[in-house]
């Protein structure tokens, strides 16, 4: 599993120019699922998503977790983090998870953020989506559940 957390002051998501969810202050996460996901490593890759500290404290220091600033979330599946670029121009997506199965995944993250987190919005599985965001810092964070 992967995440791509950038820590945001600001994010959107649109379907044919509607906008379907939209954060301020706090992480826009793409969320790469393959086809060895489980359970357990979501769960794994959640606890560490809602504990990274990469929010500045008063002295600015990256010190705070999500929670600490009343960050928001947004969550958006992305396939295409699992874009294999070894051989050829074309990327393989062979590592990704197939729909359904990335789909359930997809799903108990978002419905366990929400027991964590006060306002978490998403996008839609599978549909063809614009992302805005405003990156603060800029500070992007890879976390890759091989390397947890």
């Known amino acids: 599993m992967r995440f ?3 820590r945001v002051s600001k994010a959107s998501v649109s379907i044919e120019e509607n ?9 826009l996460v793409l969320i790469g699922i393959s086809k060895e996901d489980t359970k357990e490593i979501a769960d794994k890759m959640i606890r560490k998503l809602i504990g990274l500290r990469i929010f500045e404290d008063e002295n600015g220091k990256t010190n705070l977790a999500l929670k600490d600033v ?3 979330l947004l969550l958006i599946s992305q396939f295409t983090l699992y874009a294999d670029c070894k051989r050829g121009n074309r990327p393989s997506f062979i590592n990704a998870g197939a729909p359904d199965h990335a789909q359930q995944l997809y799903d108990h993250i978002v419905a366990a953020c929400q027991t964590e987190i006060d306002v978490v919005q998403m996008g839609e599985f599978g549909a063809d989506m614009k992302v805005s965001l405003c990156n603060d810092g800029p500070f992007t964070v890879i976390l890759d559940s091989d390397h947890l």
């Open 4 to 6: 791509v957390i950038q």
């Open 19 to 27: 906008v379907i969810g939209e954060i301020q202050q706090g992480y």
């Open 70 to 72: 009343q960050g928001q």
